[in-house]
Nanobody, 114 residues
Framework: VQLQASGGGLVQAGGSLTLSCAAS????????MGWYRQDPGKQHKLVAF???????NYAENVKGRFTISRDNAKNTMYLQMNRLSPEDTSVYHC?????????WGQGTVVTVSS
C-alpha cells in the first residue's frame, strides 16, 4: 500500500496550493479518506475528511478555505488550500479515515510565509 502526498511548497500568506494524494495497493473507492497535518513533536491531526460517498467534513480552522475532493477513477484525493496563513504551515499527510498506522507516508511540506 502506498499513499503518496505531493504538491506542497512555499507560498505567501493569502496564496493557494493544491495537494494531491495518489493511492495504490488499496481499493481506493471503498475507503473514507483524510488529510492530516503533523506539526513537530505532535500527533497527526485531521484537517479534512471525505467519505466513500464524497461527503466532507473539515476542521474548524480550515472551513471555508480548504476543499477536499476525490477522483476514484484516478485513485487520487486532493486538497485545495486557499487563503493560506502562516498557521497552516505543517507537514500534510493523507491516509484513510480513520487512519491506519502502516499507511503513513512522507507527507508533503507546506510553508506559508507572512
Amino acid at each position: 500500500v502506498q499513499l503518496q502526498a505531493s504538491g506542497g511548497g512555499l507560498v505567501q500568506a493569502g496564496g493557494s496550493l493544491t495537494l494531491s494524494c495518489a493511492a495504490s495497493g488499496i481499493t481506493f473507492s471503498t475507503y473514507s479518506m483524510g488529510w492530516y497535518r503533523q506539526d513537530p513533536g505532535k500527533q497527526h491531526k485531521l484537517v479534512a475528511f471525505i467519505g466513500k460517498n464524497s461527503n466532507t467534513n473539515y476542521a474548524e480552522n480550515v472551513k471555508g478555505r480548504f476543499t477536499i475532493s476525490r477522483d476514484n477513477a484516478k485513485n487520487t484525493m486532493y486538497l485545495q488550500m486557499n487563503r493560506l496563513s502562516p498557521e497552516d504551515t505543517s507537514v500534510y499527510h493523507c491516509n484513510t479515515a480513520p487512519p491506519k498506522a502502516h499507511y503513513w507516508g512522507q507527507g508533503t511540506v507546506v510553508t506559508v510565509s507572512s
